[in-house]
Nanobody, 119 residues
Framework: VQLQASGGGLVQAGGSLRLSCAAS????????VAWYRQAPGKERELVAI???????NYADSVKGRFTISRDNAKNTVYLQMNSLKPEDTAVYRC??????????????WGQGTQVTVSS
């Protein structure tokens, strides 16, 4: 099972980006999925999380600006980021609790995608 994160880039403050986290392999289901970020010299921060049922939670710093959503048919989770600020600059990674076809479950990390917001 692999997670492929994409969608990062360079954007001006106030702009938008949409990150995607797509799971591939012998997947039975993606359960809870979270986006984390880590800026240079800072600790990793939980940005947003979505449950298998679609319940969401956000870090206070992104509430009202970021939206996490999922497409279960595509085994993909999205992070829509609006009104971006320079302090959103970081490497973003997704983490998913995945159940495979053998019904075993485990946590999988995607590779990071860089988001850079210029002022």
């Amino acid at each position: 099972v692999q997670l492929q994160a994409s969608g990062g880039g360079l954007v001006q403050a106030g702009g938008s980006l949409r990150l995607s986290c797509a799971a591939s392999g012998s997947i039975f289901s993606m359960n809870a999925v979270a986006w984390y970020r880590q800026a240079p010299g800072k600790e990793r921060e939980l940005v947003a999380i979505i449950s298998s049922g679609g319940s969401t939670n956000y870090a206070d710093s992104v509430k009202g600006r970021f939206t996490i959503s999922r497409d279960n048919a595509k085994n993909t989770v999205y992070l829509q980021m609006n009104s971006l600020k320079p302090e959103d600059t970081a490497v973003y990674r997704c983490n998913a609790d995945v159940t495979v076809t053998s019904r075993s479950s485990f946590s999988v990390w995607g590779q990071g995608t860089q988001v850079t917001v210029s002022s």
